[in-house]
């Protein structure tokens, strides 16, 4: 059972950076895409960005396009979620989702079949 391991998440104020990074368990892991998503309390996971690994295209949801940047590794199975200019509406639990399966669209939480366990991020106002 391939696990997806998370780690970076922390507490820091509105305008600050984050920098998340995830690794599956096995490097030869094959999958179509790695992502991110996250959840807020009362509230449904929602997509934050994903990576397509055979075109080599990066999604964005509109929230963060111009304040996040995904970068990953396809060989290594890693993704980095490089997060500037936080609001505290970004806070939340994020959460790293590889798609073994290609069942798009990339930005919905049930076309994924691996997660890992989450890193909470805290921006303070």
């Known amino acids: 059972q391939v696990q997806l391991v998370e780690s970076g998440g922390g507490l820091v104020q509105a305008g600050g950076s984050l920098k998340l990074t995830c690794a599956a368990s096995?490097?030869?892991?094959?999958?179509?895409?790695m992502g991110w998503f996250r959840q807020a309390p009362g509230k449904e996971r929602e997509f934050v960005a994903a990576?397509?690994?055979?075109?080599?295209?990066?999604y964005y949801a509109d929230s963060v396009k111009g304040r996040f940047t995904l970068s990953g590794d396809n060989a290594k199975n890693t993704v980095a979620l490089q997060m500037n200019s936080l609001r505290p509406e970004d806070t939340a639990s994020y959460y790293c989702?590889?798609?073994?399966?290609?069942?798009?669209?990339?930005?919905?939480?049930?076309?994924?079949?691996?997660w890992g366990q989450g890193t909470q991020v805290t921006v303070s106002a």
């Open positions: 989702a590889a798609m073994v399966k290609w069942y798009p669209p990339l930005m919905r939480a049930t076309s994924y079949d691996y």
């Open positions: 096995e490097r030869t892991f094959s999958n179509y895409a």
């Open positions: 990576v397509r690994w055979d075109v080599g295209y990066v």
